[in-house]
């Protein structure tokens, strides 16, 4: 009868060894008093920045250590079974004492897959405005709390935003850049917004003439990056011409360095709050994704509080696919938020923008804006280059005995195809 109770906790360790695989898989573990001014601020942001790399690093060695401690748990555990086993030495208080040690186990499993309970402070912090002074050739910083103000909202008809993630791969980083730029150039936006930017990217795009000359910048050097060394993140241009009241950075609950953008612009009676998203990546984000897509239902709220005539944008890379049971929980949070691919182009429409999915969302709740148009843009190839071989097609093909796999793949500005909207503003 012991015999099978204890086949039965060899069957248990079985069960936790292949536990401890997953979880460690899934954790393979960005004037002179105005220079001084300028100065200070950029010292204060890179101690924040080394602080940061420390709470990372402790947190890391934190979750290590404790994952550490249960594997050496369960070893131990499991050279206790063996010895049973081997020996055949055993009474009902030794089962009991492996009964025990399983459920231990499970817990601490169950702990190690959850995430961190670690939250940054949920307080927006204002960003500056960048915008280029053509007569000293550099980019200057307003306080966006109180600039401009000067400046009378522009009488216009027709808006257009575009979001577009532009991909932080390496691979021929040089000519999509260039690609990217003249769709971006020649969309004429009124806002732009861009996820997965780098900040060697972002050196190139804000040496553009055309951005220099007709854009406000969120950001020119990378500081609002979240994610350390990997170094990338969101960035916003919005065209000169519009009232810009302010921008803000707005705190996710994350593992991976995300956040909110957010724009406040006035378009005559009506105001226009912008919001810009590079969501928790990977499948078994779910969890993460649902507290970020809240937190921008909660500052969208608290900033169109008390205002009768608010247009809302939340747009960017949302990291699921627009079908599917996620899909449908999710858009729960924003069930008052119209899909603009839907919307405009149907539902059976797939709009894929990303690998089979359409994972690249333009969101809109309006009264008074009318959207008119939505469709992908950088869908045409801007060159090409010889297909990957593995090293049996690239012997093959030396010999010509590989005739089909000698053809070249096409190079696009990015992995992701970006989406343009238009609206109708003669309502407001």
């Not at 791969?169 to 009124?190: C, T, V, W, Y």
């Not at 984000?285 to 937190?295: G, M, N, V, Y």
Request: glycine share 4%.
């Amino acid at each position: 009868m012991m015999d099978n109770e204890l086949d039965r906790f060899i069957e248990d360790c079985n069960t936790l060894q292949e536990k401890i695989n997953t979880i460690t898989q899934n954790k393979n573990f960005d004037s002179l008093l105005l220079t001084e001014i300028d100065n200070w601020g950029k010292t204060i942001i890179d101690k924040v920045k080394k602080v940061a790399v420390q709470v990372r690093e402790q947190v890391i060695k934190l979750a290590s250590a404790k994952e550490m401690e249960t594997k050496s748990k369960f070893e131990k555990y499991r050279q206790n079974l063996n010895q049973l086993k081997e020996t055949g030495d055993f009474v009902e208080h030794d089962l009991k004492y492996l009964e025990l040690t399983v459920y231990q186990l499970n817990q601490d499993l169950k702990r190690l897959n959850q995430p961190l309970e670690f939250e940054l402070s949920q307080h927006p912090q204002i960003l500056p405005i960048w915008h280029y002074d053509a007569g000293k050739h550099q980019w200057r910083a307003d306080d966006s709390a109180t600039t401009h103000h000067h400046i009378k909202p522009k009488v216009q008809r027709f808006l257009r935003a575009i979001t577009y993630n532009i991909s932080f791969s390496k691979e021929h980083k040089q000519l999509r850049f260039q690609g990217l730029s003249s769709i971006l150039q020649h969309s004429k936006a009124d806002i732009i917004c861009l996820q997965e930017m780098t900040k060697s990217i972002l050196e190139q795009l804000i040496s553009e003439p055309w951005v220099q000359q007709h854009y406000f910048v969120s950001d020119i050097d990378g500081s609002t990056f979240l994610n350390g060394q990997e170094s990338y993140g969101v960035v916003m241009l919005i065209d000169k011409s519009l009232y810009l009241r302010r921008l803000l950075a707005c705190p996710f609950h994350t593992e991976q360095g995300r956040q909110l953008l957010l724009a406040e612009i006035q378009l005559k009676t009506e105001k226009l709050l912008v919001g810009t998203v590079h969501l928790e990546s990977k499948q078994d984000k779910e969890t993460i994704r649902s507290h970020q897509i809240q937190t921008c239902q909660s500052v969208f709220n608290k900033y169109a509080i008390n205002q009768p005539n608010v247009t809302r944008l939340l747009m960017g890379d949302f990291s699921m696919n627009a079908v599917g049971p996620e899909n449908l929980k999710q858009m729960n949070i924003l069930k008052n938020w119209t899909d603009l691919w839907e919307k405009l182009n149907g539902a059976n429409n797939r709009g894929w923008t990303y690998i089979n999915a359409r994972v690249d969302r333009i969101m809109f709740q309006s009264l008074r804006t009318i959207p008119i148009k939505i469709r992908m843009i950088g869908m045409t190839p801007i060159g090409q280059a010889p297909k990957r071989k593995s090293f049996a097609q690239t012997i093959l093909s030396i010999f010509s005995l590989d005739k089909k796999n000698q053809d070249m793949t096409q190079i696009f500005p990015s992995d992701h195809f970006g989406l343009m909207a238009d609206f109708d503003l003669s309502r407001i």
